[in-house]
């Protein structure tokens, strides 16, 4: 964290700077308890620091779930119609837990156009092309021996303390959200991550952080909020572990296999990656040696995986960078990190796109 703290005090130099000149500014962030928590680390340090500098925050500040882990062309385009109606001064986008993607490029590229500022908070592994295009960048990839575990919401949080802010709540229950091997999480703070899954996935018309700032500074809220999670997780548990297959390759890999499809609808708790990883959880226990679960069905593909597959050679955002190179026609989107990740087909070829996973897992040589 030492090592990335010119980059923090950029970010936080960025932010200062656009809120005293009344610049516009729009903060995106990833569908997902470390999206979100890194996102109010954001939006409250704009918010603390709005008055002293006369920043009309109604006006000038717009935020946005980002249902993909993409800054697309689409994206981008409706963001410089906002942009440009609010003010003609330089407006600033801010990005957290995602964008740094070569998936990105274009909405990046289209936004830069435009004249506007790019701040992206990210920790999963960057594309050089994507990089190019930002004003700052803070990610731990950036740090010799930085890893994922360095989550968005905990750098974001350490953007919030030079404004400011005190973030530690909010670092935590993102470090706990991402599963991050920096953190022995307490229970409150894993029950304040699963309620921020569920806002991100049910809030109606659309989740916001004002809103979600509403349920997690309120301790009733907050838990009426992980009742109704819970409950829905548990339930989605007992069904997938009924549809599950499991395959015991020859190299020593068990691979569990689960049709998802049917579970998951888009905007539902839980969504595919979740499904996938509480079939993992349950399977994980009675598996000794290296264990990969496949979440499919539909146009994706989702992965978990324990330490003893990573530790064997398994590393789902590198196979899924070769999937890109190997199928280019076959694979839309995808990355992650290297135990837990997800890839997006186009129509009609997630059959042969399977079956290629199974067959890198089974050429992993121990």
Known sequence: MRRLAPQISSAAELIRSAVSCGRPILLRYNNDADGICAGL????????????????????LRDYQNNSAIYNHGDASGDILLLRGISEARPLVVLVDFGANPES????????????????????????????????????????????????GLLAGEVAKELGLDAGRLQRVALTGDRSKLIQPSEEERNASLALDYLAETAKPRNTLSHCNSIFSDAKKLESTYGLAISKLEQARASIKALARTRQLPNGFTVALADISKMARDSSFPPKGKLTGALHDSLAPGIHGPLVTIGYGGDAINFRANAA???????ASKMILELKEELPNAISSGGGHDVAASLRMNKGLGKIVLNEVLAKIERIRR
Do not use: M
């Open 309 to 315: 597959a990573r530790a064997a050679g398994f590393n």
């Open 105 to 152: 490029v274009d909405g990046l590229r289209s936004v830069k156009a435009e004249g506007a500022q790019l701040l992206v908070i990210d920790h999963h592994p960057p594309g050089a092309d994507a990089v190019k295009l930002l004003d700052v960048f803070v990610s731990p990839w950036l740090a010799r021996g930085g890893t994922s575990d360095y989550c968005a």
């Open 41 to 60: 680390s954001i939006y409250c340090s704009i918010l603390s620091i709005a008055g002293a500098a006369s920043y009309d925050a109604k006006k000038l």
